[in-house]
């Protein structure tokens, strides 16, 4: 059967875990907030769920989790609205995994930034045996004095991507120190395309207090062919440390009369290192 949230969910006073068991599809109209929401095929194997061959999630309100993680495993999975978890650490991560297909509206984000200083934001796992469709944004910004999140998405046949931050936090204010490290981000497909749709894909460390160093900026990884569409593609793991690495070609859109769009490529990878694997 399916289930649908029509109304407000935790409003007035927030739910503690919510967990799915098995459904069809799940419907989420307004706004959600909870300390977790896991749903899953079989609860007995949270760490290898399988992937259901039916079902649909969608997400048309913004969903606020607290103090856990979101664990979506199903055929397909479409958000229209914004998720954020605030836990940080493994307690926050996202993990989306599909059958599918996955997709995020543009203009609505994930976002695994901890709520508490010193706290290390949650990462994001979003994986489909078909395709991935990102058109809006994936932030992982660290908290005060804490890391970003690593990023992980894999489509099995095409990837599109516009915005990814996993910004490392910056250090508190008065102390000195230095600046926390952003997360890595990792991209592949198995057998297609990366598509970086307008986009800008960054994993720069945090500002550092007075004598404080900027926090290192972390690895870039893009693991099959690239096009770019749309406009430049923006890749920056800013002053410091962190490697960008595309391990396969990487070209323009077609301009529709079969010649280059002329789409450009910005880089900045500090004292990091740029590595082009094969033909540009």
Do not use: C
């Not at 006073?13 to 300390?35: C, M, P, W, Y």
């Not at 995994?97 to 695994?112: F, M, N, P, Q, Y």
């Not at 450009?264 to 540009?280: E, H, M, P, R, Y």
């Amino acid at each position: 059967g399916n289930i649908t949230f029509s109304g407000l969910v935790g409003d007035d006073q927030e739910l503690g875990a919510v967990r799915v068991h098995a459904v069809n599809n799940v419907t989420i109209s307004d706004a959600f907030k909870a300390q977790s929401y896991n749903q899953s095929v079989d609860p007995a194997n949270q760490n290898d769920p399988p992937l259901p061959t039916a079902g649909m999630f969608t997400l048309s309100g913004d969903m606020t989790l607290t103090t856990g993680m979101l664990q979506v495993v199903t055929q397909d999975i479409d958000l229209d609205a914004s998720v954020r978890t605030l836990a940080g650490g493994d307690d926050g991560d996202v993990m989306l995994l599909a059958a599918d297909t996955i997709d995020l509206k543009a203009g609505e984000s994930i976002t695994t930034t901890a709520g508490t200083t010193d706290t290390d934001s949650a990462g994001i796992l979003v994986a489909s045996q078909n395709t991935v469709n990102l058109q809006g944004s994936l932030m992982t910004t660290g908290a005060t004095g804490a890391a970003g999140g690593a990023v992980m998405v894999n489509a099995a046949s095409a990837l599109t991507v516009t915005t990814i931050t996993t910004t490392g936090g910056a250090a508190a204010a008065g102390s000195n120190s230095d600046g926390a490290a952003a997360g890595s981000i990792d991209l592949w497909v198995d057998s297609g395309v990366i598509t970086l749709q307008n986009s800008t894909i960054s994993a720069i460390g945090g500002a550092g207090d007075n004598t404080g160093a900027q926090g290192a900026g972390a690895s870039i990884v893009l693991d099959n062919d690239v096009v770019i569409a749309g406009g430049t593609a923006v890749v920056t793991t800013g002053d410091t440390a962190g490697d960008i690495t595309f391990n396969y070609s990487i070209n323009s859109e077609d301009n529709g009369n079969s010649a280059s769009a002329l789409r450009g490529l910005a880089l900045t990878a500090g004292s990091g290192n740029i590595d082009f694997n094969d033909a540009v």
